[in-house]
Nanobody, 115 residues
């Protein structure tokens, strides 16, 4: 069983920054991709950014140049540094870990960008 624990969400003003963390524990193996998704009220959950075991990254166009995903394999943790936040970034952010034939979601953390 794999558990993902997210942290770092909160309320921030437009233009501000937040850093999300997602720590994985359990039988995760050594080959996996971790990513961040977000879901705004009334909308579908969409990919924000992902990073594979080789640290190759992928970003949604809406966050390129503002968000940075990184990982610490020794800690089985993925981070999402979010800068220049906009009100449209408001959503619940979910961590996803995927491996061969498996996928695990975190419980989500709320990010609210508002003045």
């Amino acid at each position: 069983q794999v558990q993902l624990v997210e942290s770092g969400g909160g309320l921030v003003q437009p233009g501000g920054s937040l850093r999300l963390s997602c720590a994985a524990s359990g039988s995760i193996g050594s080959i996996y991709t971790m990513g961040w998704y977000r879901q705004a009220p009334g909308k579908q959950r969409v990919l924000v950014a992902s990073i594979n075991i080789y640290s190759s990254t992928n970003y949604a166009d809406s966050v390129k140049g503002r968000f940075t995903i990184s990982r610490d394999n020794a800690k089985n943790t993925v981070y999402l540094q979010m800068n220049s936040l906009k009100p449209e970034d408001t959503a619940v952010y979910y961590c996803l870990l995927t491996g061969p034939g498996v996928g695990y979601w975190g419980q989500g953390t709320q990010v609210t960008v508002s003045s």
